[in-house]
């Protein structure tokens, strides 16, 4: 009988699953000829229809009515799971949120593989929640749940940054010691892990893994720190009003900078508050702005702009940022410099994770022959600067940023649930 199991990257940004069919590891298209899709959702208003991935992201660009939701992973283990949220009139729960997402992806997998596939290794986080174990736990316990509901009978975890590893080192040839830096859209994590082509059938890696840290910053936080910087006092943030010269309230230009709070701004009695101050405001030019966003609701369209700022500034020096959706020819001009000083201290976190891998492993930065770079983050010239300067002497691997852990998984899968497998890998 076949040995089939799967691997799922449910990623911030993006997602990814892969096939394990009797040693042959393969990823499966999710989205038309794509193996990756963004991990993004859009509730038609006529009907709560949800559309996935690139779909849901053009329906919300193309000004569809509905609800467009991103950055679900980052709900998970916190107070919203239970909370809740209301999609066009109508009250959902996020796992029901999250398992339709889900969902879709493992009907891909199942339609290639010809059969149900019951067994997966869902890749998880360092850390869901930072200093926090309960919230922690907590958080994959509602990712197993999500799993078991939509059908698979066997549900393994593996911490991403080990999975990107795995998915590596079928392609080495020696042995290397290795750090993962696994930098998504909301965590970077780090591991300290030998490596050889011949460890790929192992079993048993535990001896193998030597140390794992990770830190609740990622790509979401750059564009957060970015938009603050760059962008939001544009849109009259930290502007004054009133005779006594009060600052306006911050809580929304904060919010408006953060994908998973962007839904949460567009009510009665905010957009109420916004036009009673710009009545009193000091600069009616700018906040007239934020209020046109809040009225429009195209506060995720700022956010993809700000996004495609991040992006434009890997290449480019500078970048004149289009926001003709909130006013006619408003273009926000974006130097490289002050990205990387607006996000230096988020770079200072993830530096000093990666530092504390490396201690807690026992071994010098001169002891590393290889860095392993996955994730859209790694992209950032800042960071990639950062990890040269700390690994000079080692290589650097960063093909297949975006599926590298999704593979990695389904190679786990492979020895968790292959044949002969004893199941001892080293797991969460």
Known sequence: MTTLSCGIDFGTSNSSIALANDGEISLVPVEQTHVTIPSAIFFQRADNKAFYGRTAVNLFFDRQQGRFMRSLKRVLGTPLMK??????????????????????????????AGQEIENVVMGRPVHFVDNSPESDAQAQAELREIAL??????????????????????QLTGEKLAIVADLGGGTSDFTVIRLSRQSVRKTDRSSDILANTGVRVGGNDFDKDLSLAAIMPELGYRSRYGDKQLEVPLKPFHDLAEWSKVNFLYTPKLIMQTRQLLFQSHDKKRYKRLLSVLENETGHAVLAATEGAKIALTDQAEYATPFDFVETDFVIPI???????????????????????????????????????????????????????????????????????????????????????TRQIASV
């Not at 209301?86 to 290639?112: H, P, Q, R, Y």
């Not at 410099?337 to 807690?360: D, H, P, R, Y």
């Not at 859209?376 to 040269?388: H, R």
């Open 83 to 112: 909370h809740g949220t209301v999609v066009n009139g109508t009250t959902m729960n996020f796992s029901g949120i999250i398992a339709s997402f889900l969902k879709k992806m493992k009907e891909k997998a199942d339609a290639v």
């Open 149 to 170: 509901r939509i059908g698979f009978k066997t549900v393994e975890f593996q911490f991403e940054p080990i999975a990107a590893a795995f998915a590596h080192e079928a």
């Open 335 to 421: 130097r490289r410099t002050l990205f990387e000083t607006a996000i230096f201290g988020e770079v200072e976190k993830i530096v000093a994770s990666a530092t504390e891998c490396l201690q807690n492993a026992g071994v010098r930065q001169q002891d590393i022959d290889l860095v392993i770079l996955t994730g859209g983050s790694t992209e950032v010239p800042l960071i990639q600067a950062e990890f040269k300067r700390l690994f000079p002497n080692a290589a650097i691997a960063d093909e297949n940023k975006l599926s590298s852990v999704g593979l990695g998984l389904a190679y786990d899968s492979q020895s968790k649930f292959g044949r002969n497998s």
